[in-house]
């Protein structure tokens, strides 16, 4: 298995203005990510809109991915996005085949109607046996369509499978964060933590890297904070400050806001979402302002650390 931790962008999915992936600027985006200090790529996940992505623009998706990083990083994915567990399995297998570096189970459609802990280790069941044995997995607390925690027992008994290797933390709750680092520290499993708010303290807990919607913003801040931060204590305190305030931006019009961020930038050239048709930087008086102000801050940033 290849070593999954780090910073952990959560991909976009750049489309064209007739609705369909911008593979060129999906090259371009792909190359921002890694110049800007990602460890690893989550290429099709909720940021990716994998809800609005067919079974076959999701396997091609993570199969460019793949290709065009080339080995320079790793690649993970998540697998599924059906209840059906017949459905789930053809979905697994078939992004399995992508040659991802591990395929992302998605907690929600382990346990769709939130019925607890035996429907959960049923589904898993069945899909753990239907995967190829060699296949590294994960998991991803995807809060669509419903946020599904893992309570001690599932985390434990998915760690202690020896076939996780990694948790996407979207507890969003720091003590929670702690206790899963030490439950699953004689394990393979990694917990890498996705709130932005909690991103520093959860590093020094032990959350190996961040896997948060501000990757697409600026990894290269989360990159510092993650090799460097220990070093430097009072910087990476102010700097946490500044990522956790910016992130808050994420609930007005991501990932389309995201989106504009990269265009304006010419990363790809169209803000095309099919998530939501909305315009919102009419939509959300002074996005705008807040989106300049967020990089004219990292720039701040970047200048104080001298990075």
């Known amino acids: 298995m290849k070593t999954i931790e780090g910073i952990i962008p959560v991909m976009l999915t750049p ?30 996940c909720q940021s990716s809109e994998m ?31 059906s209840d059906d567990v017949q459905l789930q399995i053809q979905e697994l297998n078939a992004m399995a085949a992508t040659g991802i570096d591990a395929l992302v189970l998605v ?18 069941d069945t899909l753990l046996a239907s995967l190829p044995e060699s296949m590294a997995l994960g998991l991803y607390e995807c809060p669509a369509p419903y ?15 020896g076939r996780f290797q990694i948790l996407k933390d979207v507890s969003c709750d720091l003590p929670t964060v702690t206790r899963r680092v030490q439950l699953t520290q004689q394990t393979p499993m990694t917990i890498v933590n996705a ?6 303290e959860a590093m020094l807990a032990g959350s190996k890297g961040f896997c948060g919607v501000f990757t697409n913003f600026h990894p290269d801040l989360y990159h510092w904070l993650w090799l460097e931060g220990k070093q430097h204590p009072e910087e990476a305190k102010q700097l946490a400050w500044f990522l956790s ?25 169209c803000v095309h979402c099919r998530v939501t048709a909305d315009d919102v930087l009419k939509k959300y008086w002074g996005l705008e302002v807040v989106l300049k102000q967020i990089a004219d801050a990292a720039d701040f940033q970047r200048q104080q650390l001298k990075y």
């Open 15 to 44: 489309f064209t203005a007739d609705n369909k992936i911008d593979y060129s600027g999906l090259k371009r985006l792909i190359d921002w990510y890694i110049e800007n200090g990602a460890d690893a790529l989550f290429a099709v």
């Open 51 to 81: 809800q609005y992505l067919t079974l076959e623009e999701r396997v091609e998706l993570a199969s460019f991915v793949v290709e065009y990083s080339q080995q320079r990083i790793p690649v993970i994915a998540s697998g599924h996005i």
């Open 107 to 124: 907690t929600n459609h382990l346990d769709p109607h939130n019925e607890g802990t035996a429907v959960f280790r049923r589904t898993l």
């Open 147 to 161: 946020r599904r925690l893992l309570t001690d027992e599932e985390l434990l008994y998915c760690a202690q499978s």
């Open 195 to 200: 709130n932005a708010a909690i991103a520093w």
């Open 245 to 269: 305030l910016s992130a808050v931006s994420e609930n007005i019009g991501y990932p389309k806001n995201a989106k504009i961020f990269h265009q304006q930038r010419g990363t790809f050239d």
